[in-house]
């Protein structure tokens, strides 16, 4: 086990600069911590959602000509991807571990089990939860909007995004059901859907990051595109319906802490590039209804 963490060793774990890898190293965060460790956190999402983990410590993430005073204090310097390793940090840090280089992480299950076993059988640690520490600011009330539902028709990859027009009619579908659907968007993407206020959908104005998760906190469901977005709601305890481009990314990247959704489109696509390329065109509006009504159903159910 040459990736093993020795008791009392001190860890910088250095985030991704990706919302939900971010949340998902919390897991390793979490239980290095449980287990004895001192672990700092270094990540400018983190750092913004800093209040829902106030049990730790996060700055962040230092720049090039800032990692040594950051780091060199520290036993290990922990990463998820090689990219996220400040400057030549390796080239001077006694121990530098990047997870991604380690063949568990490869594996085709859900990420937030993959992270687990990364602490049980990388790390060696003995005390393991799937839990990441992350905890609602005490003024918010779960689901206090319960028939509010956080849409969510952007991601960073243009290639993850649904069609546009889809979303809206999702909207329209949902809001006859009786459901507050409302367009949750970044401030450089609020202009081009300004159509959704027309048609009389909500478009919250956010100051933060920590402000849109008490929003989808408080809503009663989160649908959207394969996006850090999705694991923040399924996170913080909101159901989230989220739209995948194939099974094999579904298998690894769905929402995996409260019961959510993974969405398909229909299975008729030949090949990957195929896939990665068509998928939003044969996932139709309905599909996505399904979904949502089975999450809906399962939580009444209890």
């Not at 970044?186 to 008490?214: I, T």
């Not at 996932?283 to 159903?297: D, G, H, I």
Request: glycine share 6%.
């Amino acid at each position: 086990m040459t990736n093993r963490i020795e008791m009392g060793q001190s860890v910088a774990f250095q985030m991704s600069q990706s919302l939900g890898d971010s949340l998902l190293a919390m897991i390793v965060v979490n239980n290095l911590a449980r287990n004895g460790h001192r672990v700092v956190v270094f990540g400018d999402y983190m750092y913004s959602l800093r209040d829902w983990f106030p049990d730790f410590e996060i700055h962040r993430t230092p720049k090039d000509d800032e990692a040594y005073a950051a780091y060199s204090d520290f036993d290990v310097v922990l990463h998820t991807y090689p990219r996220n390793v400040v400057g030549n940090t390796r080239d001077w840090h006694r121990r530098v571990l990047v997870m991604d280089e380690w063949p568990i992480f490869r594996q085709v299950k859900s990420m937030v089990d993959i992270h687990v076993e990364i602490c049980e059988n990388e790390l060696g640690l003995k005390d393991v939860i799937r839990g990441n520490g992350c905890q609602a600011p005490r003024h918010l009330r779960m689901r206090a909007n319960p028939r509010r539902v956080a849409i969510h028709p952007s991601a960073t990859l243009k290639g993850k995004m649904w069609v546009p027009r889809r979303f809206v009619a999702l909207a329209s579908q949902l809001r006859s059901r009786g459901f507050q659907p409302e367009f949750i968007l970044a401030p450089n993407e609020r202009e081009a859907w300004r159509h959704v206020e027309a048609r009389g959908f909500g478009m919250p104005d956010f100051q933060s990051l920590s402000d849109v998760a008490a929003y989808i906190y408080e809503s009663g469901r989160f649908v959207g595109n394969d996006s850090g977005l999705a694991h923040l709601a399924s996170n913080i305890g909101t159901p989230a319906v989220s739209l995948m481009v194939r099974n094999k990314i579904a298998k690894r990247w769905r929402p995996d802490w409260t019961e959510s959704r993974a969405v398909l489109p229909f299975p008729i696509l030949p090949g990957k590039i195929a896939k990665d390329k068509l998928w939003k065109y044969f996932l139709p509006v309905s599909r996505v209804v399904k979904a949502f009504s089975e999450l809906q159903e399962a939580a009444e159910r209890g």
